[in-house]
């Protein structure tokens, strides 16, 4: 059985990930796994976070951060980084959302759900903010790292701007690039003080994720990389595909995202139109709705804080996604 913090070999392991893949140093000690990445976030939120702490989250979010934050008793502070914006968080709004009581920035790039990525020239406009307010702590979810398309590298910000490194959390974890959601592993890297404390939490929780997995973890990030190049030319592929047919339906429109496995286009052409049955479709939730009775489950935009939008998730195969594009093209034609 492993100590909280995780087994050594894969704190090691890891140490040597963030070195290779991501230019950052760390010490093994500056590492806790988690029972997934959700579990890591959610220790990091409760050990840092007191009451009426502001945490800052561009929308659209991951539905998760908002949760978390509100459970240990901090203020979200939602900041609406619209299509025109690339649904990225610009400098000034960034510098416009913090107060004296801002406790961390949560970044999700690659986003779920716009899949957004922020490039290096991106982070370092962050970071210029960042570095004239030393209270705000960043926590940057890099979970979707390795699934990035054309050429695209995802940059941690602490990398891009080395001054932030002492107030970096970074959550990432196997579910996504490894495919192995259902191992539970995740894990947190950041300054030992704050590691500690997010150990200390867990050990009094779940006390460590499986030590089976922990060992699975290892295997997969020493072992050979190659499946991650072969698995993102299939999800390039679909990426295309959907958002070429998304963007062939009047109504819709979809930008092209850098990475993860979501789309998230906009719906306003289709706000105030009426369904065969006679309903107006009043927002995305109507929306989504009258999509699901046409066989295709999306979710609606308004759940991750940014409407008339919804996601598309293309983890899925080819004929899927191809038939699933066919109907919402058809239902929406049936519109009027
Ligand atoms: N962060 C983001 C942005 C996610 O989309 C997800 C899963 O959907 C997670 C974290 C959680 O990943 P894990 O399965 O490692 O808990």
Not at 145 to 166: A, R, T
Request: include cysteine.
């Amino acid at each position: 059985m492993s100590g909280p913090a995780g087994l050594l070999e894969l704190r090691q392991a890891i140490a040597k990930k963030l070195h290779k893949d991501n230019g950052v140093e760390y010490a093994p000690s500056q590492i806790s796994i988690g029972c997934g990445a959700k579990q890591s976030l959610f220790n990091a939120m409760l050990a840092t976070v007191n009451p009426g702490d502001e945490v800052i989250i561009p929308a659209p979010y991951w539905v998760s951060y908002v949760d978390i934050t509100r459970l240990v008793g901090g203020l979200p502070v939602i900041v609406s980084c619209s299509k025109e914006a690339q649904y990225r968080l610009s400098p000034a709004d960034l510098e416009a959302a913090i107060t004296p009581h801002t406790k961390w920035l949560v970044l999700c790039s690659p986003s779920n759900p716009s899949g957004v990525a922020y490039s290096a020239s991106q982070l370092r406009g962050l970071a210029e903010v960042l570095r004239r307010h030393p209270h705000v702590g960043i926590i940057q979810d890099h979970i979707y790292e390795h699934l990035v398309y054309d050429g695209f590298v995802s940059e941690v910000i602490n990398k891009v701007d080395p001054e932030l490194h002492s107030r970096t959390l970074i959550i990432n974890g196997l579910s996504k690039g490894y495919c192995m959601t259902g191992w539970r592993v995740g894990f947190v890297a950041g300054p030992a003080y704050l590691v500690d404390a997010i150990t200390l939490l867990q050990s009094h929780s779940t006390t460590s994720t499986s030590t089976i997995s922990q060992w699975a973890a290892v295997a997969a990030l020493e072992g050979d990389q190659s499946f991650i190049a072969r698995n993102n030319a299939a999800f390039k592929a679909r990426r295309d595909l959907v958002v070429a047919a998304l963007n062939a339906i009047e109504g819709i429109s979809c930008p092209t995202p850098e990475g993860a496995f979501y789309v998230y286009p906009s719906c306003e052409g289709v706000i105030g139109k009426r369904t065969p049955d006679g309903k107006t479709i009043a927002n995305d939730e109507d929306y989504v709705a009258y999509l699901l009775d046409a066989g295709v489950s999306v979710v609606h935009g308004a759940a991750f804080g940014l409407s008339p939008h919804f996601r598309i998730s293309y983890a899925a195969s080819t004929e899927s996604l191809t038939e699933a594009c066919r109907r919402i093209a058809q239902a929406t034609q049936a519109l009027e």
